[in-house]
């Protein structure tokens, strides 16, 4: 059973930083694509960068040259460093995995996900 879980989500000012973490609980599981997304109250779920395990990587407009995604293979965790955070960031933030041979920065492509962590930035 395929968990994954998030943490390092908070309040930050505009303008701060806060960096995301998620664990894959299942070290037999080796993702071919990981990804995060957020969810603001209201919205569709929105793709934000997504990165291959051989290191191809994928943002969203909305935070390109903002957000950093980083994966460690060996410990099988997922990174997100946000810099220069808008209130319009302000969101539930999820990590995303698949094992299909694919990565797009789409939630379809997707089959296991996080419960979320909560990012506001005011």
């Known amino acids: 059973h395929v968990q994954l879980v998030e943490s390092g989500g908070g309040s930050v000012h505009v303008g701060g930083s806060l960096k995301l973490s998620c664990t894959v609980s299942?070290?037999?599981?080796?993702?071919?694509?990981m990804g995060w997304f957020r969810q603001a109250p209201g919205k569709e779920r929105e793709g934000l960068a997504a990165?291959?395990?051989?290191?191809?990587?994928l943002y969203a407009n909305s935070v390109v040259g903002r957000f950093t995604i980083s994966r460690d293979n060996a410990k099988l965790t997922l990174s997100l460093q946000m810099n220069s955070l808008k209130p319009e960031d302000t969101a539930m933030y999820y990590c995303?995995?698949?094992?299909?041979?694919?990565?797009?920065?789409?939630?379809?492509?997707?089959?296991?996900w996080g419960q979320g962590t909560q990012v506001t930035v005011s």
């Open positions: 299942d070290f037999t599981f080796m993702p071919y694509c």
């Open positions: 995303a995995a698949n094992s299909i041979a694919r990565c797009e920065v789409n939630p379809p492509y997707f089959g296991y």
């Open positions: 990165l291959s395990v051989g290191g191809a990587s």
